[in-house]
């Protein structure tokens, strides 16, 4: 038999919210369950459910402006690259008159009235003379006009060296010669030359960053988790690498290199000294980063139980590192095509018949040449363009893996 003190006790809330839900409802209905109550801050961070490492890292990306940027200009770099005979739009080897100056291009029509379609007009001298310097004036002709297009025919070429073309993204209707950068000392196109120079050139900084990272990579792992007397005398053999001078180094080791070797050999040894050089710096940061990783408790853990240490390189200690090298790589890419560049300015790039832009800059040596013609500087736009986007990527990539 229950008592009162068996039953449990309400308080004056509860029983005036009861009373009053027994009035309002009819006999025979129950109450629909009340939704729980769902914390509106809370429910809006974790709205996105269940997302994995890459997705966090893109939605963290894509806030990033500059990122994005850099990533567009990354792909269309890349496009330009692989389809570069496709982009020119005059053959890169085709001479025509020496230090032409660039070609304008107006949306005007020949009559003077405004046009859709682009033209360029050749410029020639007008017949009068400056009245200061007694020069020969020169100016558009407009009775000689030369409509642009896209996707117009040109010069034949391979695309991807297999498919036999003759269309071009853009370029003349009429198949005339243009020159949007104008020419160098040879009367060649610097712009379809700057396009198709992006071959050799981000070709060779893609593979010594891939070397570099595979190099440094490895060894910094295995000099920061064995320890011990390989680590001190890998890094005494990283202290000896650092401290060679390397662009004295660069011009010694190029005089190695016989004059008639084949372009091939030339960009294999350019690609091995810059490989040879630049791993070092890499394999420092990433022994750093190990030695942090291996004191961390789940690394302890596993080498508790008896893990290989194979496994907990590869499933523990290089997931780990590897956001670090994902942005060495993004800005090492842009530090080799700077030092191509430079090297190829100095006279240690490739040989003709091939075309990259550190052999395009040779032509810059004097400063006549660029005082008179400063538009054989139009291959460092190409530079600037791409040391820009990397770094760019580089920075957004950064802020988005590690936030903190």
Partial sequence: MSTIADKPTLSTTETGAANLAELATPAGHQLPPADPVVDTPVASRFSHGNETYATLVWRRFRRSTMGMMGLVLTVALLTMAIFGDFFAPMDPKRAEIAFAPPDHVEFSAPDGGFSLIPYVYPIVETGEFDPVTFQPMTGPDRTNPTALGFFVPGHQYHLLGVIPSNIHFFGSVDGRPIHFLGTDKFGRDILSRGIVGSQISLTIALVVVLLTTTIGTLVGIASGYIGGRLDAWVQRF?????????????????????????????????????????????????????????????????????????????????????????????????????????????????????????????????????????????????????????NALGDGLRDAIDPY
């Fill in 238 to 390: 990283v202290d000896l690498v650092l401290a060679f001078p390397q662009l004295p180094l660069y011009l010694a080791l190029a005089s190695l290199i016989p004059v008639t070797a084949p372009s091939p050999v030339f960009i294999a040894f350019v690609i091995g000294v810059m490989a040879v050089l630049g791993w070092a710096q890499l394999a420092r940061e990433v022994r750093s980063k190990t030695l942090a990783l291996a004191r961390i408790e789940y690394v302890r853990a596993a080498i508790a139980v008896g893990s290989s240490d194979w496994r907990i390189i590869l499933r523990h200690i290089l997931p780990n590192v590897s956001s670090h090298l994902i942005v060495a790589v993004t800005i090492a890419i842009p530090s080799v095509v700077l030092l191509e560049s430079f090297l190829g300015y100095l006279g240690f790039a490739v040989k003709p018949p091939l075309i990259s832009w550190g052999l395009m800059l040779q032509d810059t040596g004097t400063f006549s040449v660029i005082g008179s013609y400063p538009w054989i500087l139009s291959p460092v736009v190409f530079v600037l363009i791409t040391v820009f986007a990397f």
